[in-house]
């Protein structure tokens, strides 16, 4: 159930709901939201017995919950999710934020090449993996910690917001002191204790959808974060594993409206892991964007033919300029802005 209060409720009045929560014996999750706070109940086996809160000063309904998940859903914040990762503002509707750069960190010189010139696009959140989940022992496994060092001093130094994978617990520590968002991979999206530990973060997890994760699944992923008490998650569409061969995944934009009706988080493309291949990541951003998505994760590197990662996928400085010059009138026309 979730307990939304009036929007004139004063926090005295919240309060003494998560008191009455607690003494049922199960756990408030108070959502401020624009208009109103809303108060998520988890650790219930069954149905929850309204009356004790309803009479309370401030509430003004409860809503039963059907779905298995609860803190992700729309009606806990009808406004969407909004959030800043180092002043760019993420998710609300308008705001269509592109995240950028190599697959993987390879050299303080690429990321300082990278980082300046995303800086002049306009662009103010780098991507770049230190720890890389690679399909083969063989293939390159990122710089590790060196990677890490790298993003943190590159970002600090270019001032951009950084994002890089963390892939697991024992790492976050580290991650979290170097990055500014977390980011859990495909591969990962399913791995519990990774998604409690990230839930005890204070920097923003942004969460890719398992390459077959069904929409509940990936929501239930999110509500693991959610309910550790980290509320700044921003999901990630990468395409899913399909019989279709001539892409790399099966991008599903599908599932961006259909996370927006259910949920109140932001809901990203990543047409890169998606397609895997460079020549088909513009038509799909445009995609992306003209579906509704609240934003993109794209990969570019200034030489992405000698990348030691994804190079197939990664665009040019050239080819990155493009993509922007064709997605600007695509949001102004939809009354977005790419920041
Ligand atoms: C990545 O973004 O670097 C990555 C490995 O993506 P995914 O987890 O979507 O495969
Ligand atoms: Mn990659």
């Keep these: 159930m979730l307990i939304v209060l009036k929007p004139d409720a004063t926090h005295a009045q919240v309060e003494k709901v998560c008191a009455e929560v607690k003494k049922q014996g199960f756990q408030p999750h108070p959502m401020p939201g624009a208009g109103r706070t809303a108060i998520g109940i988890t650790g219930n086996k069954g149905p929850v017995n309204p009356l004790p809160y309803e009479a309370l000063p401030g509430v003004e309904q409860c809503i039963p919950v059907t779905k298995a998940y609860k803190l992700v859903l729309r009606e806990m914040k009808p406004e969407g999710t909004r959030f800043k990762i180092k002043g760019t503002e993420v998710g609300g509707g308008k705001n269509f934020t592109i995240i950028a750069g190599p697959c993987s960190v390879e050299s303080a010189k690429q990321m300082t090449a990278v980082a300046k010139f995303l800086k002049d696009q306009g662009v103010h959140i780098l991507r770049g993996g230190a720890f890389k989940p690679r399909t083969s022992p063989y293939s390159f496994q990122g710089l590790e910690d060196e990677g890490l060092a790298i993003l943190k001093e590159v970002g600090e130094k270019e001032k951009i917001a950084t994002i890089t994978e963390v892939m697991d617990t024992a790492a976050v520590e580290a991650v979290e002191a170097s990055a500014d968002v ?3 991979g495909a591969r990962n999206m399913q791995n519990f204790s990774l998604l409690k530990r990230v839930g005890k973060a204070k920097a923003p997890v942004f969460l890719k959808r398992g390459m077959s994760a069904t929409l509940e699944e ?5 509500e693991y974060v959610l309910h550790g008490g980290n509320h700044g ?5 990468r395409g899913v594993r399909t019989f279709a061969d ?7 934009l599908s599932v961006v409206p259909s996370v927006q009706k259910l949920s109140h988080l932001p809901i990203f493309v990543d047409p890169s892991h998606a397609i895997g291949k460079r020549e088909f990541v513009e038509p799909m951003a445009k995609a992306a964007l003209a579906c509704g998505a609240d934003g993109l994760m794209v990969e570019v590197s200034d030489d992405p033919d000698h990348a030691l990662s994804d190079g197939a996928q990664t665009l040019s400085f050239k080819g990155f300029e493009r993509l922007l010059q064709e997605l600007k009138p695509l949001a ?5 802005k790419i920041n």
Excluded: K, P, Y
């Design 246 to 252: 001539h892409t790399r995944n099966t991008l599903d």
């Design 182 to 184: 977390l980011q859990i």
């Design 332 to 336: 102004t026309a939809l009354g977005r």
């Design 218 to 222: 990936f929501l239930l992923a999110a």
């Design 233 to 237: 998650v921003i999901l990630c569409e």
